[in-house]
């Protein structure tokens, strides 16, 4: 008979660990002059990452929403980073020397906070180590989701972080981070404002996506138009695209590795 046995649970591990350092964001406002306590925790798991780690949201106690990772080796909590309001995070990633976070933020409809008033979602580059500046990769009307690549590689000169953003409008970019030492051993961004000068297109027309962690592989499946005899348009989803980045330890440098596959047979999406 087949066994399961729990590794991680969220009020177990997570839930727990927040109200013992934040007591208050368990009680519940009842009207009265006191409140009531009901050891609630409005909690989301947002990613996982290569490592195991476990990133999630929740709100704070104080109006806020706070952003952490726990760690499954050493079964601690840390917190990486707090919104001075309350929003709403729909994918997180951190890179893997834990310096830069980039998140989603997605808006409440008909909430009272609004992010930006020309857009639904946020997607933001935060530094973290040390908290010193915010960059918006995108403001937009769909929603978009953020993940950091994590090399395999030992390397503390690697002073470059690599960071997909997928979009439900149907491309992917790929964000190229470089950064810089600041007094020795704290990490920075090195001139944010060329951020966009240094981001590659990958895909285009894309309608189904795939993110394996563990070898860190993007899987895409594309579209394109054919032309018929007659000069009809039509669609075919026929492109099966497969993108990864590979560590070239002796360059100090990501080799993109980039495979298509072409069939006019969607269940191959199923075989990747």
């Known amino acids: 008979m087949l066994k399961l046995k729990t590794k991680f649970d969220l009020r177990r591990d997570v839930v727990a660990d927040i109200l013992r350092k934040e007591p208050t964001v368990g009680r519940v406002e009842t009207g009265m002059s006191s409140a009531d306590y ?16 476990i990133l999630y949201s929740w709100k704070g106690a104080s109006g806020t929403t706070r ?14 980073y707090t919104f001075d309001q309350q929003v709403c995070v729909s994918s997180c ?37 040390p908290i010193n500046n915010t960059k918006v990769l995108k403001a937009v009307d769909c ?13 503390k000169s690697v002073l470059e972080s690599h960071l997909l953003l997928i979009a439900e409008d149907g491309y992917i970019e790929q964000y190229h981070v470089l950064l810089s030492k600041y007094e020795g051993y704290r990490v920075v961004m090195l001139n944010p404002e060329r951020l966009s000068k240094l ?13 394996d962690r563990d070898s ?45 596959i072409l069939s006019a047979d969607t269940r191959w999406c199923q075989l990747l």
């Open 93 to 129: 990633s951190l890179n893997k020397e834990e310096t830069l976070l980039a998140v989603s933020l997605t808006q409440r409809r008909g909430g009272q906070d609004r992010l930006n008033p020309m857009s639904n979602c946020l997607a933001l580059l935060i530094e973290i180590h």
């Open 143 to 155: 929603t978009v989701r953020v993940q950091f690549l994590h090399p395999e590689t030992d390397s």
């Open 67 to 80: 952003i952490g990772k726990y760690d499954p080796t050493t079964k601690d909590n840390k917190l990486l």
């Open 216 to 260: 860190q592989r993007l899987y895409y499946l594309t579209h394109r138009v054919t032309h018929t005899r007659t000069h009809a348009h039509a669609r075919s989803f026929e492109i099966i695209g497969r993108y990864f980045l590979c560590f070239d330890k002796k360059h100090q440098n990501f080799v993109k590795v980039k495979k298509k």
């Open 199 to 211: 981001t590659e297109r990958i895909a285009e027309d894309v309608s189904w996506v795939q993110w």
């Open 38 to 53: 009901s050891g609630a925790v409005d909690t989301r798991i947002v990613n996982v990452e290569r490592d195991g780690g």
